[in-house]
């Protein structure tokens, strides 16, 4: 038995293990001991896909009770390294669960179906045949509904959310069916080995790799395909949220590497240019709606959509630039997708746990009704500070190194001998910049708001911290932020092993070298010089407090008049006007102002409400009208059933003898 | 190697340290004259710094440690903006090149902080400048990347000095039709960054006009100190950044005790030049209504995107 033999099995024993554990153990401790062995097998997944990573080999076949060949998983280089993010996830999600949980989401189901979705995930990228992936695939869309659906008996939002997301992803797993039966036909089998094979520039291969893209993007939130995203996250238990978020999102964009780089290396150039499209447009459009959005969650969320974006754009940038032969830069830029990927993973489960953290002291997922956090939760504050750094992609984070792999790849990708390339890049460079800038905005207004100033609501002022399992959480989550962004070195190597990467490698003090296009980063050595300049500013400082320490005073200045109400304070809503505004007519934003006068005089007002609504536009645009169609279609063939039996008798009739006509013509 | 940079990054730092608040003094100094008034005299900023190093700072209720941190950070990012910028001299670290996205990402850091303190204390002015600053300073980092990356484009590389260097020994390219438009976008995308009219007014303290004074309003003393420092030294590297561009002659590829006073010479006669210009644009200038700045950086924008396309296109034909 091989290493990752065992370590595929030690995942299904520890699940077997806290689904027992979910089952048996009464409420006061199931937590603890199903939260405890969803860790271990988060860890054995992390483990085993950084031995199927490092070129371990095994493979484990499970049976099922379906009428199918087995389920065999046999990890590749490409599966381990998106094993190891969901593992780690998947574990830092449990551990963060067993503070965290109450209610309906303690339950025996929410831990049950806890322990399968970090199974599922762990093992789709595993599985080795079409047949297999689609199965997991399919227990993770289930449990993950299941887990969803927790809250739903308190709130009918959760029940709208789990609709919504149910329908997307079946919509998702229709299309990947389609996708792969039309490989599998053309590949004389449904084992990955064999659908390579498919010559990826025959008319079968675009049209599997049009289907399976589009599923692929429905899952990893992709607009227009989004939809679902900005419902679910905030709806779900905050662990469920960062494990949707950071690790099943994720599952999207390796399923569009499974089919762009292992299945059908080498395709056509439109297949590139319709993932940039993709990427690029999801990318801006998420970040435009998270810098306007004002509920914590549905904001983390849209900013899910705009980094599944940049991956999509960082991929096809890597599939256009390979398909005109200019490897360097191609491989840095699907080295940064995978950069992109694990940064991604370690920045949104800080803040899916920072919001959570939120939630669960003030009851607020508004940040409109928050402030003044630091003080009362600074763990929560360090930890989400954290995570938005790495968010709006600042150094030393993993989101500043990987956009930086981005640009780089961009920029070094454009060449004057390709007219159609040299177009491309400096547009995406530009979506990149404005993506860039605007999560700035967005972040800063998240963190500003939620955790600075003076509480804005009843909820802020009487939070605490949280207890120690969600803090431990937090913390290492954020750790792996500030870790992956000082020490990338090991990261792009094991990506340059994943996918196959020769020029891309570690320099330095565990920097990273994109050989290919002679750009290299060490954001150690960055931090050095950073800390270097700050010595002698610190110095001053620290010589100044001694003489001169600062002065408590109880008001702020405010330009020599400042009532100490919070209601004066910019909100989030007031923070994002000017943007709002910029942008008004791709967000289209209602506005209400309603003004009512006193009664004594028309020019004295007595109090005035403002009310906004944004909503998604591609919702009320594209999802609107089509469900509006499928309802009058949907009411139109109600007439057909009156429940009339003799109707029902004459329909047959008129079926057999339709029947009886054809067979005899 | 590393000690001739180590050398370099020094100098660069200590002399930019000394600069900038010269700098503001002369430009505050120009306006002045030019408008009619005798003005405080060029070390007037200087002033004001050791003042307020010697004051107390306060510190109000409610507010957190954002108030004392963030001014640190503000200074050390545009300290480390100077280093990172070839403004004396041409020569870098191995391992930390002045790449221009790490440029920028430094300088993005010393944004948030600002914005940060402003939202800090809770009162609306801070707010307000806080939001203010952040959606300009969206808005303005396309055209930056996009101008810088249009300059790349003859040396095939992002790094700055390289850049320099490149325009050094081809001072053919610097009046290039792509290299002027480039130098234009970016031109405007610092005085946007670094709030000078059109976009903000750096004199002015009308609560509905105002950008970068509503963030500092709540801070005193030493943070006060730093937040002026921190953004002194950003107009400085900023335009000493345009003027190595504009005109790469003098810079040290070098480094010798001779060289490396002609680049501080160089230096100080680019930032004389270019800030007194800056602060003469000023008068005729009246300041834009916040709703049409992105109008203007759109326009930047353009020219910067445009740059890049003919850089590409143009050649080839």
Redesign the interface.
Known sequence: MTLVQAGLLAQVAATCLALAAAAVVGPRHRARFAGAAIVASGIAGAVTGALALAGGRGSVTLPVSLPFDPVVLAPDRLGGFFMIVAGAVGAVAALYGIGYVQGAAASRTSWSAMAIFVLALQLVPAADDAVSFLLLWELMAVSSTVLLLADHARRAAVRSAALWYAVMTHLSFLLLLLGFAVLAAAGGGTGFGSMARVSSVSTAASAAFVLLILGFASKAGIVPLHVWLPRAHPEAPSHVSALMSAAMVKMGVYGALLVSVRLMPGGPVWWGLLLIALGGVSAVYGILQASVATDLKRMLAYSTSENVGLMFLALGTGLLLRSYGIGGPADAAIAACLLLVAGHAAFKTTLFLGAGSILHATGERDLDRLGGLTARMPVTSMAFGIGALGAAALPVTSGFVAEWALLQSLIHGANTQNRLVSVVMPIAVTVVALTAGLALLAFVKAYGIAFLARPRGEGAATAHESGRAMRVAMLTAAASVIALGLAPGPLLTAAGAAAGLPRVGPVGWWGIDLSGIGALLDPLALTTMAAAVLVPVLLVSVRLARRLPRRRVALPWGGGGVRLSPRMQYTATSYAEPLSRVFDDALRPERDVLVTHSAESRYLVERVQFRQYLDDIVETTVYRPGIALMDRIGLAARRLQNGSIHRYLGYSFFALVAILIVVSL | MNTRALVL?AVQ?IVMAVLSPLLVGLMRQVRARMEGRAGAGVLQPARDLRKL??????????????M?VGP?VL???S??VC?LVPLVGTIT?P???D?L??MV??L??G??AL??VG??????????G???H??I??????T???SV?AL??PV???SLSAIVHGRLVHPSSVVAPVSLLALVALFVAVVAETGRMPVDNPSTHL?LTMIHEAMV??S???DLA?LELGSWLRLGALLGLVGSLLAPWGIASSVTPLSLLIGVLALVAKLVVLGSALAAGEVFLAKLR??RV?ELLAGS?VLA?LA??AS??V??A
Not at chain 2, 119 to 128: H, T
Not at chain 2, 137 to 142: G, R, Y
């Open positions: 990054a730092v190093f010697a004051k107390e700072p306060l510190r109000a209720e409610g507010t957190s440690w954002v004392s640190v200074v050390a990012s300290a480390l280093v670290f391992l930390v090149p790449d996205f790490v990402s430094v993005l850091l944004t948030v914005a940060l939202l800090d204390a809770g009162s609306a002015f801070g707010g307000m806080s939001s203010r952040m959606t300073a969206a808005l303005v980092e396309p930056v990347l996009v990356y790349s484009i095939g590389s992002s609560e309003l709540e005193s003393g030493r730093w916040l709703f992105p924008f995107f890049v396309t590409y296109l050649v080839q």
